[in-house]
């Protein structure tokens, strides 16, 4: 079991930022320790009981802290162990500007990346498959489901939808979907993305090793082919704690008169 940090030993003082509630002075406090290097990964913190009266606050304040860093994937909380600092995640960038795989985005950055399969087949489509893929009646679609992963730490949870006109066996897939498309010429060439913030459920949760609730970002995304034909369907969730997507904005070459000026 970890030590705890010299930071909570009696003799250290506690001063709590000033500002706010005092459980997000608390939290803060928490928050630059780790920053710092005073906390590191994996080490304990004290129990609920131990850390109200080192700092000199209720349990209930110290309970809010807590369960508020656990939820943004700061701590984590082990039945029958305690709380413990979460490990570090490498963050990364990803462009909204380019159409790329997964596994090319990621190769670029020099990073290793392997997939877990949870799922791929032939089925019947949902309506929703039915209206995007264009799908006509008696068509089947495949569905392949894949956790992506840099080591031991989860990134995203793929899900994609393509005609089974196109993609007749999932099984045949290997590292990349695209590449896979590439071969038989049906490589998507632009696409549409929608993204939003949510909140993890317990399935995806587990599937990307952090708390029930933890934020993500989950993009929606249709792909098309030079012709106009919708090609793949793709709902993707990324750890929020994992990464940032960036996108460059211009100004317009005709900024409408009366505009916003910079």
Do not use: C
């Not at 809010?64 to 490990?87: D, I, N, Y």
Request: net charge neutral; glycine share 8%; no cysteine.
């Amino acid at each position: 079991m970890a030590e705890l940090s010299e930071l909570f030993l009696p003799d250290q003082a506690v001063v709590l930022p000033s500002g706010g509630p005092l459980y997000l002075q608390l939290k803060r406090w928490i928050e630059d320790a780790i920053a710092s290097g005073t906390i590191n990964p994996g080490d304990a913190l004290p129990s609920e009981r131990d850390l109200a009266q080192k700092v000199d606050v209720s349990r209930v304040t110290v309970r809010k802290a807590v369960l508020q860093l656990v939820k943004e994937g700061v701590l984590l909380q082990r039945h029958g162990s305690g709380t413990f600092v979460a490990p570090r995640t490498q963050r990364v960038e990803q462009s909204l500007s380019q159409l790329t795989s997964f596994t090319d985005d990621m190769a670029r950055r020099g990073m290793q990346v392997r997939a877990e399969w949870l799922d791929r087949g032939l089925y019947q489509p949902s309506p929703e498959e039915t209206v995007v893929l264009g799908l006509s009646s008696g068509e089947r679609v495949a569905r392949i489901a894949r956790l992506r992963l840099t080591g031991d730490a989860p990134l995203a949870i793929e899900r994609a939808s393509l005609s089974a006109q196109i993609l007749a066996d999932p099984m045949e897939i290997g590292d990349s979907l695209y590449k896979h498309l590439d071969k038989s010429g049906n490589r998507p060439t632009r696409a549409i993305q929608r993204i939003r913030a949510e909140n993890l459920n317990a399935d995806d949760a587990k599937l990307l090793d952090v708390p029930v609730g933890s934020a993500s970002l989950n993009i929606e995304r249709t792909s098309y082919l030079p012709s106009g034909r919708v090609i793949e369907f793709t709902r993707s969730i990324y750890r929020g704690d994992t990464y940032d997507f960036v996108a460059e904005l211009r100004l317009g070459d005709n900024p409408t008169p009366g505009g916003p000026k910079l």
